[in-house]
């Protein structure tokens, strides 16, 4: 069996590695030991903070959309219940962006809202 030589593969999979954490503080941008591992890190919070951005955006969403609903003298609880009781299927995503760029269509869903509140 012949011999093989792995300086042409390892000089590229190290040079990939460092590529990748360029801009990383101290050795973990110079030195490929360190390196690796800091990108191991670095992937594994990316990985969990994806996941934790969709939670943080529906918080935004709903703060968005109690702050309206406060200055239309309702809560975001008594809105949500009433839109739902009136069968609007709109998403927060939507509602807050409305509440920010549509103030006169929010109010109207607001009237919807509370219109298939009182008559439940």
Not at 10 to 39: C, D, T
Not at 50 to 78: D, H, M, N, P
Request: hydrophobic share 40%; charged share 30%.
């Amino acid at each position: 069996m012949s011999r093989v030589k792995r300086g042409v593969t390892k000089r590229h999979r190290h040079k990939k590695i460092l590529a990748q954490a360029k801009g990383f503080q101290g050795s973990s941008s110079r030195n490929y030991k360190w390196a690796k591992e800091a990108l191991l890190h670095a992937w594994s919070y990316s990985y969990r903070h994806r996941r934790e951005r969709k939670g943080e955006f529906r918080r935004l969403w709903i703060v968005r959309i109690g702050a309206a609903c406060r200055q239309s003298g309702t809560t975001y609880s008594q809105f949500m219940h009433g839109l739902k009781v009136a069968g609007v299927e709109v998403d927060r995503k939507m509602l807050a962006d409305l509440a920010v760029n549509d103030p006169v269509g929010f109010d109207k869903l607001l009237g919807i809202a509370a219109e298939a509140k009182v008559a439940a």
